[in-house]
């Protein structure tokens, strides 16, 4: 009888480190963590304005649904783009 409540008991006692170990959180769910793989913050300073080049502006954009409807041949110098809309840049593209 001892040896049974001995076994119990040690049992017992080992039930909380067991759960512990399975109760461990994937990084998504635990709300202790806020940042994964991330690149350190920093700031971006350029000290010579003339050696920069905006691209902020209005674009020429054209969306295509799928791979195979997509344009071909617009990187090239003389191609027509007077049917594309435009975007003004810096913005978003939403599918």
């Known amino acids: 009888m001892k040896k049974l409540l001995l076994i119990l008991a040690a049992a017992l006692a080992a039930t909380p480190l067991l759960a512990e170990k399975n109760n461990k959180m994937e990084p998504w769910q635990d709300p202790n ?3 994964e ?3 350190p913050m920093a700031a971006t300073f350029v000290t010579d304005q003339q050696k920069t080049l905006t691209l902020n502006g209005v674009w020429k954009f054209k969306w295509n649904e799928t791979i195979e409807g997509r344009t ?8 027509n783009d ?9 913005g978003n593209v939403g599918a």
């Open 33 to 35: 963590v806020f940042e």
């Open 37 to 39: 793989n991330r690149l």
């Open 72 to 79: 071909k041949g617009f990187e090239a110098v003389d191609y």
């Open 82 to 90: 007077a049917d594309w809309g435009t975007i003004p840049v810096p």
